[in-house]
């Protein structure tokens, strides 16, 4: 990178950030002119980022990191912007660099905790729990993993991350196999991307069931849309190497991305959660506007479910009236806040045990 120092711009910030900017975009047209090398022409272009400060000027370091800081905003907006250091910006890019940083303590620290949440059938009956992690972080509480999970997944740090899940929950579900009112629920846990996508995905998942001596057919792995579609042929090999192990499929959050269902019946998948946003609008009128998604649209994903032979699990179930409507639709199986939250394993296991 290349950096431009303009003096004598006055001391108005409107009237001294107009000029930057004006010089900014001379440069970038300049450098936009095609560039004839030997017989082919290139084209270049430039991402430019400005940071405005008074003389005298003393140590440039500061300037330079800001300059810096705003050339990155501009590459990340796009090609070829122009984009002014903004002390907000950079100061959401530093907290989530904070929050990255430590989340890499997160396991080693046992900050990581996994909480379970309820599923049910058709008649109330408890069937299966979904694990979700928390993380309790020392000085910001409880981290919700809308938050996290995205970093976990820029870096690389949803491996072991992911592993420490699966562990946890095989773990979970031998424990759960030695107690008669909880031996026969099922545990489903959620599988990002770059998990699934590891070459030894398999063998993972093989040698936490093995060393945990949980039963394999009651292990339940979650996988979206985007992370089936990729790559098809390899998911399905995958796919069908697990299930030849007892291992069941869950497609989460369907609705939400390509919501095809043709490609459905190439894959093992057992289960079909919609999406908490149809839940939600599940009484909306039928020709409402603002996107929502009448109780027909559900009816037709059901009815074609069914066709598939997948079983249908509503999420977000938060009333009696979404309880009741969906079950006219067809699902199967439902979870949400009108059974129970999500609860750490010691508040689940007493709730079952309560339950008998
Ligand atoms: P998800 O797998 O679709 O999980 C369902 C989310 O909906 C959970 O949020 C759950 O707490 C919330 N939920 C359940 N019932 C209701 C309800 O009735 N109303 C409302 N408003 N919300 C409800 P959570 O725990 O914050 O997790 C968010 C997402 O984070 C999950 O979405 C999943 O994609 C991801 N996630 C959570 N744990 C893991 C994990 O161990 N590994 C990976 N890769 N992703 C995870
Ligand atoms: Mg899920
Ligand atoms: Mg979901």
Known sequence: SFAVLLTGLGHAATDTAAQAERMAEAMQ??????LQLQHTTHYISASI????FQAPLGNLDMPLQHAEAAMYQ?????RGLVRFFDPDTQARIEARLHLENDLRQAIAGEQLRLFY???????GRACGAEVLLRWQHPQRGMVS???FIPLAEASDLILPIGLWVLQGACQQLHAWAQQPHLAALSIAVNVSAKQFRQPDFVQQVCQAIATSGAPAQRLKLELTESVVLEE?????????????HGVRFALDDFGTGYSSLAYLKRLPIDVL??????TMDIDAPEHSGQGKRPAVLIDAIVAMAHQLDLRVLAEGVETLAQQERLLRSGCDLFQGYRFSRPLPEAEFRAWAAAQQ
């Open 29 to 34: 047209s300049a450098l936009a002119e095609p």
């Open 232 to 244: 098809v042929e390899n998911t399905i090999e995958k796919m069908a190497q697990l299930r030849s």
């Open 49 to 52: 980022g400005i940071t405005l």
């Open 273 to 278: 959660k919609i999406d908490r946003s149809f």
């Open 74 to 78: 501009a590459k990340t907006a796009g």
């Open 117 to 123: 949440q309820l599923q049910v059938d058709g008649q």
């Open 145 to 147: 993993p809308g938050e």
